[in-house]
Nanobody, 126 residues
């Protein structure tokens, strides 16, 4: 069982930055793949950033490459998403997800993730 709690969402102006955090329980945090998904109004839930177990590889969607950075703090069992140069189209509910499968390939599909946080709202004003 993995419990995830997101924080850090809010309202920010275009061009600004936000840092999302996702705290996870358990003693095997480094062995769990983690990801951030988002779902905007009228859109499907899509993966924007992911990090494999043991931090072997990372993934970023084309829409956020160069602007978002995913990182992991094993000591605090926390994954972060640093979001810079935010655009109005980044407005969405952002969800933290965990995949406990034993693979070094970074998962990017919603169906691959076993546990989900409740989501945190990010709103970017123009």
């Amino acid at each position: 069982q993995v419990q995830l709690v997101e924080s850090g969402g809010g309202l920010v102006q275009a061009g600004g930055s936000l840092r999302l955090s996702c705290a996870a329980n358990g003693r095997t945090f480094s062995s769990v793949a983690m990801a951030w998904f988002r779902q905007g109004p009228g859109q499907v839930r899509e993966c924007v950033a992911a990090i494999s177990r043991f931090d072997i590889s990372t993934y970023y969607s084309d829409s956020v490459k160069g602007r978002f950075t995913i990182s992991r703090d094993n000591a605090k069992s926390t994954v972060h998403l640093q979001m810079n140069s935010l655009k109005p189209e980044d407005t969405a509910v952002y969800y933290c997800a965990a995949d406990t499968a034993r693979t070094i390939v970074v998962p990017t599909s919603e169906s691959e993730y076993d546990y989900w946080g409740q989501g945190t709202q990010v709103t970017v004003s123009s």
